[in-house]
């Protein structure tokens, strides 16, 4: 009977130890575009290293500089944010690495992207019309506030002094372009959708329009000290990413009710799932390229850099699967 005991006590002490040796992983994310991320935790039963080889704490943040300040407050691990972001935070010194991508700004039938719109019916036929008005963007040097200068600048204009960028909750810039309080308005899913619906608006140009390529949108960031004490916990943790991604991808619909019932989204199930998406690669592999360009742009053209960022030195994909 004492033997007994004392080897149950001793399972309980072994299996006490082995979890507390597993890393957990505090993930900041947002609340738009991260249906494969947020899948890890509604759908445990995809990610088969869950609870093994790493534990997933997913905590919401509704802006990119409350994440990062949550970051350097030593509360997060890692998080996602759009690559324009890191490339700013890389600038300022913080000490992150983008290690996978979540979604891009993507051309094709099959993908959705940011949409700037005006009023069905009123005088703005072209972006150079929009010379004297404004223009509603989520937040300043935002990725929304960067695809507004472009297509701007694309028409000749020069932001600030021919058009005003003013930021705005995606929420409110629907009735904000019907009542002329600006011109034109960002548009992302849900709100591009219901938007549409209700009718009176029309496309001026999209994100990828104006910077003139497919790009990074959202990103998946590590702190440097999190990948190297525990470089294992991540191979293990992009395993199930790159594995639930592929999922969803086979199963969108699935995925995006299992999402809903979860309370993941507010958008009603049914438009929810017919929402058109982001592109999503399958291996989760970054377009370096495209965030070397998107760099190039912040630095030369919008003056957001003081200096040039090595966007070569702010990625590392050696953690996901070969």
């Known amino acids: 009977m004492i033997r007994t005991v004392l080897a149950l006590l001793a399972g309980v002490l072994v299996s006490s130890a082995f979890a507390q040796q597993i890393p957990t992983i505090r993930l900041g994310r947002g609340f738009a575009a991260e249906e494969q991320v947020?899948?890890?935790?509604?759908?445990?039963?995809?990610?088969?290293?869950?609870g093994k080889k790493y534990e997933l704490k997913q905590?919401?943040?509704?802006?990119?500089?409350?994440?990062?300040?949550?970051?350097?407050?030593?509360?997060?691990?890692?998080?996602?944010?759009?690559?324009l972001a890191v490339i700013f935070a890389r600038a300022q010194g913080m000490d992150m690495k983008l290690v996978a991508s979540v979604c891009l700004e993507a051309h094709g039938k099959d993908y959705f992207t940011t949409t700037y719109m005006v009023k069905d019916d009123g005088p703005i036929?072209?972006?150079k019309d929009l010379k004297?008005?404004?223009?509603?963007?989520?937040?300043?040097?935002?990725?929304?506030?960067?695809?507004?200068?472009?297509g701007l600048i694309n028409a000749g204009l020069v932001p600030d002094k021919d058009t005003k960028v003013v930021p705005m909750a995606f929420p409110a810039i629907g009735e904000a372009v019907r009542s002329g309080k600006v011109s034109a308005g960002t548009f992302v899913e849900p709100f591009y959708s219901s938007e549409i619906a209700k009718g009176g608006?029309?496309?001026?140009?999209?994100?990828?329009?104006?910077?003139?390529?497919?790009?990074e949108l959202l990103d998946l960031f590590f702190?440097?000290?999190?990948?190297k004490a525990h470089p294992d916990a991540v191979r293990a943790f992009l395993a199930d990413y790159v594995a639930i991604t592929k999922w969803y991808l086979a199963n969108k619909e699935?995925?995006?009710?299992?999402?809903?019932?979860?309370?993941?989204?507010?958008?009603?199930?049914?438009?929810?799932?017919?929402?058109?998406?982001?592109?999503?690669?399958?291996d989760a592999r970054l377009d370096v390229g495209?965030?070397?360009?998107?760099?190039?742009?912040?630095?030369?053209?919008?003056q957001w850099l003081e200096k040039p960022v090595n966007v070569d030195e702010m990625v590392d994909q050696s953690f996901l699967p070969k």
């Open 125 to 127: 036929k072209s972006a």
């Open 290 to 302: 495209s965030l070397k360009k998107l760099s190039t742009f912040m630095h030369e053209k919008l």
């Open 223 to 227: 702190g440097e000290k999190f990948l």
């Open 38 to 50: 947020w899948l890890m935790s509604v759908r445990r039963d995809l990610t088969p290293n869950q």
């Open 254 to 282: 699935q995925g995006k009710r299992d999402l809903a019932k979860a309370g993941f989204v507010r958008t009603p199930v049914e438009i929810y799932v017919k929402n058109a998406d982001w592109k999503r690669t399958p």
């Open 59 to 83: 905590i919401l943040f509704q802006a990119n500089p409350e994440r990062f300040q949550a970051f350097l407050a030593g509360e997060l691990d890692a998080g996602t944010a759009p690559g």
């Open 132 to 150: 004297g008005g404004t223009i509603g963007v989520v937040g300043i040097k935002t990725a929304t506030d960067l695809w507004a200068r472009a």
């Open 201 to 215: 608006l029309r496309k001026l140009f999209t994100a990828v329009d104006a910077v003139g390529y497919d790009h």
